[in-house]
């Protein structure tokens, strides 16, 4: 009982634990500049974006892939515009299913057969299981087909007909772990549905939109800045800064919105940045009830670009890159006024449109899921599937040099700068403050009789409270023990978000969390060394985590650890892929390209 008293006494300063962890994010975040920005350099930062981030790791032949067209059913709705039905092989043995709305009437008094009409890419976002047959989906698309614009709307991953466990977003995480960038799929999905349009003999492609919500709005600005042959931009509740999603759980989303090394390079402001000189309607909703609320939008990522578009010679700024915040119903949506919105912006910059900016009614025209549903082909490729072929391919890995293991981590020295125990000559509690601010909870214990046979580090991916039953075996057994959570473990989590979340602003800002851990055991290690004047101490960790992190303390400072016990670990780090673990559960392990050149080696 003594034991858990102590544990549960010991708190940390949880709020000291959040400053520091945001200030880190911080300091290794792009800021933007409106009066540094040239426009000579969105080239080159659009290359670096692409080849650093978006395709790092990936092999030629997904990079070069020609996406393969295959049209199933039509559907004629005798409408004036009919549905076709489409399966696109966007990298190899990978389909995603889509709509192309296509209108059969031309609104021009003196239509020409020659002539091509405006197209517009909308994508999913974060919707449910309808998928593209939701309803505000099918009442955008059969709009656009309305006023003549040819719409193509693409399933999302995790949702319709790509709704089964393995195309989970987070799950782009077994191929980051495997070297190879998991954002290239979401982006190489929504590229080839821009390669089917730009490819359409009926379209102009001068004149290619691209609009979504939430996760389509994300998809939207992700592919406009960085591919311009979209020419029309509006994206809804789809993104905003690395500042307001420190402060704001609810703007994090998933591993695609928060891809590994993004924000060091470019933030979301420059991305925004990246669509001048091109019409960009920016939109918003006063109190949405998921992310993204307008009035932090707007100075976030808006009204810094307006600088940028107002130095464009030749344009009218006020017109061609706008602001909308939705009032009616102001909650996350892309309801009758934000598609109006859109339709406006469309008839002010695409070819003049003899129609109303008002939505068309078309209740009796929503078609349920299975009205909608395109097919997949037996073999169609997943996030498991993918990464499962690269791991294959692996050569045998298990120690690495200790240069490359630091790269790989992004590993920076940590040393412990102040140490706050109170106690007794049994037991006492505190924390430990590194000097990068960070904070670790810690318990020292000793035997109640005998002499000491040894020190004992003790770590949990619970937390100290774990460990209550090892540490009475360790303490009756004579040995000295010192308990302690790392980041990211037990009471060790800064305030207001997941761990899951924590994991993935500090790999976007071109950390790692598993470097700062191992960085934090490295330094907890030197500092018992030296408190106790010990040559060596022993490390036993329960769990999956602290026992990859463990390993690679031990492969750091071989010369300090005497022995390490790994208790409910994994096996080898391809238990994360084969097992279908969830990100969630041990995010930290799924470090960029660990497995490409690490693995546990037997003891």
């Not at 389909?95 to 609104?107: D, M, R, V």
């Not at 130095?311 to 949506?333: M, Q, V």
């Not at 700068?417 to 318990?443: K, M, R, S, W, Y």
């Not at 060790?492 to 790999?507: C, G, W």
Request: charge should be negative; proline fraction near 5%; glycine fraction near 6%.
């Amino acid at each position: 009982m003594e034991l858990q008293q102590t544990i549960q006494a010991t708190n940390i300063d949880t709020c000291a634990l959040q400053q520091a962890f945001h200030q880190l994010i911080l300091d290794r975040a792009a800021a933007f500049s409106p009066s540094a920005w040239e426009t000579t350099q969105t080239d080159k930062l659009r290359q670096q974006i692409l080849d650093q981030i978006v395709f790092r790791g990936v092999p030629e032949k997904w990079i070069h892939h020609q996406t393969r067209v295959e049209q199933a059913e039509t559907i004629q709705t005798g409408n004036h515009y009919e549905i076709q039905k489409v399966r696109l092989e966007v990298l190899p043995d990978l389909w995603i299913p889509g709509l192309l709305y296509f209108p059969l009437k031309s609104l021009d008094p003196e239509p020409n057969p020659e002539s091509r009409i405006p197209a517009v890419l909308s994508v999913n976002g974060h919707i449910g299981y309808p998928g593209k047959s939701t309803g505000f989906v099918q009442r955008r698309c059969i709009n656009l087909a309305k006023r003549g614009i040819i719409t193509l709307h693409l399933e999302w991953f995790s949702f319709g007909e790509l709704s089964a466990p393995n195309y989970k977003h987070n799950r782009l995480a077994y191929l980051d772990l495997c070297g190879v960038s998991g954002l290239s799929v979401f982006y190489l999905a929504m590229k080839g549905g821009l390669d089917l349009l730009w490819e359409h003999p009926q379209v102009d492609r001068k004149q290619i939109g691209m609009t979504g919500l939430s996760g389509g709005g994300w998809q939207t600005i992700m592919l406009s800045a960085l591919d311009p042959r979209i020419t029309l931009v509006v994206p809804n509740a789809g993104y905003i800064d690395i500042a307001n999603r420190l402060a704001h759980r609810g703007d994090i989303g998933d591993l695609e919105q928060n891809p590994t090394d993004l924000i060091a390079l470019s933030d979301y402001t420059h991305l925004t940045a990246l669509l001048a000189p091109r019409p960009a309607l920016l939109i918003y909703n006063e109190q949405d009830d998921c992310c993204f609320v307008a009035d932090r939008a707007k100075p976030a990522v808006y009204d810094p670009i307006r600088t940028v578009y107002a130095l464009i010679d030749d344009i009218d700024n006020e017109s061609t890159f706008a602001y909308h915040k939705n009032i009616n119903p102001g909650t996350h949506n892309y309801d009758r006024d934000n598609r109006e919105q859109l339709y406006r912006f469309l008839n002010r910059h695409f070819a003049p449109r003899l129609i109303q900016d008002q939505d068309i009614p078309c209740e009796s025209e929503i078609r349920s899921f299975k009205e909608l549903v395109v097919g997949l082909p037996e073999k169609t490729a997943n996030f498991r599937t993918l990464a499962s072929d690269f791991m294959e391919n692996f050569e045998e890995v298990g120690s690495v040099g200790e240069g490359s293991l630091k790269d790989i981590l992004c590993f920076q020295e940590s040393e412990v700068v102040e140490t706050q125990l109170e106690g007794n000559a049994d037991g006492a509690g505190g924390q430990l403050i590194f000097d990068n601010g960070l904070i670790a909870p810690i318990c020292e214990f000793r035997p109640a009789i005998g002499s000491e046979i040894e020190t004992i580090l003790l770590i949990a991916d619970q937390g100290m409270e774990a460990t209550i039953p090892d540490l009475t075996d360790l303490l009756r057994a004579g040995r000295s023990v010192i308990a302690v959570d790392l980041f990211l473990t037990g009471q060790a989590v800064p305030a207001e978000m997941s761990t899951s979340q924590v994991a993935m602003l500090i790999s976007t800002v071109g950390l790692r969390g598993l470097g700062l851990q191992t960085a934090q055991l490295c330094a907890i290690i030197d500092w018992i060394c030296q408190r106790y004047d010990l040559p060596q101490i022993s490390i036993l960790s329960r769990g999956r985590t602290t026992g990859i992190v463990a390993e690679l303390a031990a492969q750091l400072r071989p010369h300090r650890v005497a022995d390490l016990t790994t208790q409910d670990a994994l096996s080898s780090l391809r238990d994360l892929i084969d097992n279908e673990m969830e990100y969630e559960n041990c995010p930290t392990l799924f470090c960029f390209g660990l497995l490409q050149h690490f693995d546990i080696c037997p003891r």
